[in-house]
């Protein structure tokens, strides 16, 4: 399969204190067509920096960001903000937690997508308009007519997500970028809206970047994914891989505390005793090494190199150099 997206060595550095703190430091995966990635990890992991970076959303004074970004054989890194805002919308959406922060309040939801797509198409009202409420009912909102003619205030929290989707496919992206999309909605809605996510890789040919902080969403939905810590790819593996066997400790933690399918989830990731460095705390070699029980000298003294474990399957550990299999027991270990 070829690449839709191809990030080689993605670095994001902000100025704190007169120095650049690498907030992504070194991200490398591709993304291929109508593929669904996973891009897994805690708050502070660096993830949705990533998302943004991507987007070329990261344009604050001093921000540097280095590397490449390839989409359809184009870098978006140094591409004039005018290309990219074109691009956006476009050929890469983004759909976000709060889909209040897609939508404007004083505006019907009917309106602000017609206006998305005539900014990006020649089309008069009336088509503008078929568009929109055909795309509504293929998001499975009902009665699509008269929800268009509705305000945004006046939805509930899955009505108004599944608007937003249909508002991000609009222009017919070829990738969807969505971060943390069901985080703020009840389980069963959850669901519903993963379900619809899965099903636009048929329907509409998307692929998907799926940003989350829960696993078992990740195993729900994605076909790859990829696990960061502290800004840097801990593990990257097609999912079902991934579940059965993972290669880094991190990721074994981070499967043992996946909660029950049936349960509430939770706001963040369970306990894996201790807390991630701050960026500019970062230890020396592996940034997971304060928590990891595994840890010995070689850990501390360099960066672990990426090991392939199984058909694209990496790990950032050097376990599996050293051809040490990861213990099961870790997973009790790390909860
Ligand atoms: Fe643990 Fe060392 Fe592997 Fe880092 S490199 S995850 S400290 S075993």
Redo the contacts with the bound molecule.
């Keep these: 399969p070829s690449a839709l997206l191809d990030v080689r060595n993605l670095r994001v550095s902000f100025p704190a204190r007169g120095q650049m703190i690498p907030i992504v430091d070194g991200v490398s995966f591709t993304l291929n067509h109508q593929d669904i990635l996973g891009l897994v990890g805690e708050s502070g992991s660096g993830k949705s920096v990533t998302a943004l970076a991507l987007m070329g959303l990261i344009d604050a004074p001093g921000v540097q960001v280095t590397g490449s970004v390839c989409f359809r054989d184009q870098e978006l890194v140094g591409m004039p903000q005018k290309k990219l805002r074109h691009l956006r919308g476009k050929e890469i959406a983004m759909i976000f937690q709060d889909p209040m922060t897609a939508f404007t309040p004083v505006y019907t939801i009917g309106w602000q997508i017609d206006e998305q797509i005539r900014a990006h198409e020649r089309v008069s009202r009336q088509q503008a308009r078929a568009r929109t409420v055909k795309l509504l009912g293929d998001m499975g909102v009902p009665d699509p007519e008269r929800t268009a003619n509705r305000y945004p205030h006046q939805l509930s929290g899955g009505l108004r997500q599944r608007a937003m989707i249909a508002m991000a496919l609009s222009c017919n992206p070829s990738l969807l970028i969505a971060d943390e999309p069901t985080t703020a909605l009840d389980v069963t809605v959850q669901a519903q809206i993963l379900e619809l996510i899965r099903s636009l890789r048929d329907t509409h040919h998307s692929s998907i970047l799926l940003i989350t902080h829960d696993m078992g969403v990740v195993a729900e939905t994605c076909d790859n994914t990829m696990v960061l810590y502290s800004g840097r790819v801990?593990e990257y593996g097609p999912t079902s891989a991934l579940f059965a066997s993972p290669s880094?400790?991190?990721t074994a933690g981070l499967l043992a505390s996946i909660p029950p399918l049936d349960g509430p989830r939770p706001l963040r990731l369970p306990a894996i005793a201790g807390a991630p460095p701050l960026p500019q705390n970062r230890p020396a070699?592996?940034?997971?090494?304060p928590?990891?029980?595994?840890?010995?000298t070689?850990?501390?003294t360099a960066l672990?190199p990426y090991i392939a474990t199984g058909p694209d399957h990496f790990?950032?550990?050097?376990?599996p150099q050293e051809g040490?299999p990861l213990p099961t027991r870790i997973r009790n270990e790390l909860v």
């Design positions: 801990a880094h400790p991190y070699g592996c940034a997971f090494s928590r990891c029980p595994y840890a010995h070689a850990c501390t672990p790990a950032a550990c050097v376990l040490t």
